[in-house]
């Protein structure tokens, strides 16, 4: 291989640092489109953005204050969605001391959740930053994708169509919850028919015989589908029913966060000694 039209820009001496570990994650808003800070017009009414964790399932969610201006906010839309969404959260108590209203107190849908949803590593993440020509790296110990939560648009609708009651209204449905797609659906009530005068009575023998077809293939495969579901309501009821934690949310230019990144970086200048085989190391490589 000729060098000489790829030629070595720089050599960067690595550090490693884990200091932060395993609390070092690495969260994504793949659908905000400025930076995650309070709006000018929450910030002079003096609202701050919060932050939450429910620690079992490991679900965060980060409540950013609306931006009320005129030219951004409707406020009667507001208060039938905050309704709707306290109406959502009295249904998966999910109602917290700063949620729930005061007596007499109208509500309004004055911020944004954004929920997370974590992404399975695969292999080793880390976090790279290159700082007075030195390349620090610290591993990541979790990945979330964080999105705005619209689930209390559904309480809406289905309150909606329970006012209507008009056609295609589920307020039957909304009771339980959703059939199980494995399970074969309710027969239609037959038509009613004359009653016959009883006869005699007969003696009848009936016998069980194994069908040919019924080989017991597709057993196994509705089984699974069926406890694949059972296992999904399990934990989406887990969830409802584990509390919520605050946790206290730092901007960037507060000084925790400022102490936070600086732990980032090693404070060591030991050389790092790898003891890991190269053999070792091509035996964990996939495909190999």
Request: proline share 4%; hydrophobic share 35%; glycine share 6%.
């Given at each position: 291989m000729d060098d000489s039209d790829d030629p070595v820009v720089s050599v960067l001496p690595i550090h490693y640092s884990n200091a932060l570990f395993p609390n070092l994650h690495t969260h994504q808003f793949p659908l905000l489109n400025r930076p995650l800070q309070t709006p000018p017009s929450a910030a002079l009414s003096g609202k701050r953005i919060r932050a939450r964790i429910k620690p079992n399932v490991r679900r965060f969610e980060v409540l950013v204050p609306a931006d009320t201006r005129p030219g951004f906010w409707n406020a009667d839309r507001s208060k039938e969605l905050g309704a709707a969404r306290m109406d959502d959260d009295r249904d998966?108590?999910?109602?917290?001391a700063k949620g729930k209203q005061r007596e007499g107190e109208e509500p309004r849908l004055g911020e944004v959740r954004m929920r997370s949803e974590q992404i399975p590593q695969k292999g080793a993440y880390m976090l790279g930053i290159v700082r007075d020509g030195h390349l620090h790296l610290h591993p990541v110990s979790e990945m979330h994708q964080l999105r705005p939560t619209l689930t209390y648009l559904d309480a809406l609708s289905r309150k909606n169509k329970r006012r209507t009651g008009g056609a295609g209204s589920d307020s039957d449905s909304d009771d339980g919850p959703p059939p199980d797609p494995d399970e074969p659906a309710p027969r239609p009530p037959s038509p009613k028919k004359e009653k016959k005068s009883a006869g005699e009575p007969r003696e009848v023998q009936v016998s069980a015989r194994k069908s040919s077809?019924?080989?017991?293939?597709?057993?196994?495969?509705?089984?699974?589908?069926?406890?694949?579901?059972?296992?999904?309501?399990?934990?989406?009821?887990?969830?409802?029913?584990?509390?919520?934690?605050?946790l206290?949310?730092?901007?960037?230019?507060?000084?925790?966060?400022?102490?936070?990144?600086?732990?980032?970086?090693?404070?060591?200048?030991?050389?790092?000694?790898?003891?890991?085989?190269?053999?070792?190391?091509?035996?964990?490589?996939?495909?190999?």
């Open positions: 998966k108590n999910q109602e917290t077809d019924d080989k017991g293939g597709m057993q196994p495969l509705q089984g699974g589908l069926s406890t694949a579901r059972r296992e999904i309501l399990l934990a989406i009821r887990t969830e409802n029913e584990e509390a919520w934690e605050d206290e949310f730092c901007d960037v230019e507060t000084a925790d966060s400022e102490s936070a990144f600086e732990a980032v970086f090693s404070q060591s200048a030991e050389p790092l000694e790898c003891k890991t085989e190269v053999t070792a190391f091509l035996k964990h490589i996939p495909g190999l």
